[in-house]
């Protein structure tokens, strides 16, 4: 089994930032790629940004210019600098990860999600 892990969330006021972490443990052999997404009471889990083991990344429109994603392959981790928060982004967000668990075989998995709010 594969779990991982974030951490980083909190309170905290418009315009400020937070860092997200995620660290991924388990049976891993290599990560393909790992995500940000996030999810609203009543709504579905949407992709914040992802980025795979060769540095591509694709952002959601809405966080483009504010969040940056980064990887420490070497740690089986990934960060989320979120920068001028907005009330827009609360939600919980959730690390995903696309894991070789064996030379063959790749599955997804998630973690338990981190809490950000932020109040205006």
């Known amino acids: 089994q594969v779990q991982l892990v974030e951490s980083g969330g909190g309170l905290v006021q418009a315009g400020e930032s937070l860092r997200l972490s995620c660290v991924a443990s388990?049976?891993?052999?290599?990560?393909?790629?790992m995500g940000w997404y996030r999810q609203t009471p009543g709504n579905q889990r949407e992709l914040v940004v992802r980025i795979t083991s060769g540095g591509s990344t694709n952002y959601a429109d809405s966080v483009k210019g504010r969040f940056t994603i980064s990887r420490d392959n070497a740690k089986n981790m990934v960060y989320l600098q979120m920068n001028s928060l907005k009330p827009e982004d609360t939600a919980v967000y959730y690390c995903n990860a696309d894991v070789m668990t064996t030379r063959w075989v790749q599955r997804e998995y998630w973690g338990q999600g981190t809490q950000v709010t932020v109040s205006s």
């Open positions: 388990g049976s891993i052999f290599s990560i393909a790629a």
